[in-house]
C-alpha cells in the first residue's frame, strides 16, 4: 500500500455526485492503460471530497454503483473517471509522444 503522501486523486462525477479515490499513480496508470492491477489504492474509502476526509455515505454508493464493495467502484471511477497525473508521469509521455513523432517523421520523410 502506497503511503497518501506520495497517493494521487482520481475523481468521477456520475449521476450527478461526486465521487473520490487515493490511489498509486503508476499502478492506476497500469490500470487504466488496461493493466489488471490489485492494490492501487491508498486508503480504502470513497469519498465525496478527498481534500476535506468527506466519505461517501453507503446508501449512495448503493444507489448509484449498485453495490457497497471498494474495489468494484474504485475500479469502476479509474476506468470512467479522471487521474491527477504526476509531473514526472506527464514528462514521460509527452517525451514518448515525441519519440513516436521523430519516429514516425524519419520513416516517412522524403529528401526532395
Not at 489504492?41 to 470513497?46: D, G, H, P
Request: hydrophobic residues 35%; neutral net charge.
Amino acid at each position: 500500500m502506497i503511503s497518501l503522501d506520495d497517493a494521487v486523486t482520481a475523481k468521477l462525477k456520475y449521476q450527478g455526485e461526486n465521487f473520490e479515490i487515493l490511489v498509486d499513480p503508476k499502478k492506476a496508470q497500469d490500470f487504466k492503460e488496461g493493466g489488471e492491477v490489485e492494490d492501487f489504492l491508498a486508503a480504502n474509502f470513497i469519498f465525496k471530497d478527498a481534500n476535506k476526509g468527506d466519505k461517501a455515505s453507503p446508501e449512495t454508493l448503493k444507489k448509484v454503483f449498485g453495490t457497497e464493495s471498494v474495489n468494484e467502484i474504485s475500479k469502476i471511477i479509474l476506468k470512467k473517471g479522471d487521474i491527477h497525473l504526476t509531473t514526472e508521469q506527464r514528462r514521460a509521455m509527452m517525451e514518448n509522444k515525441k519519440a513516436q513523432v521523430v519516429s514516425y517523421i524519419s520513416q516517412h520523410s522524403i529528401n526532395p
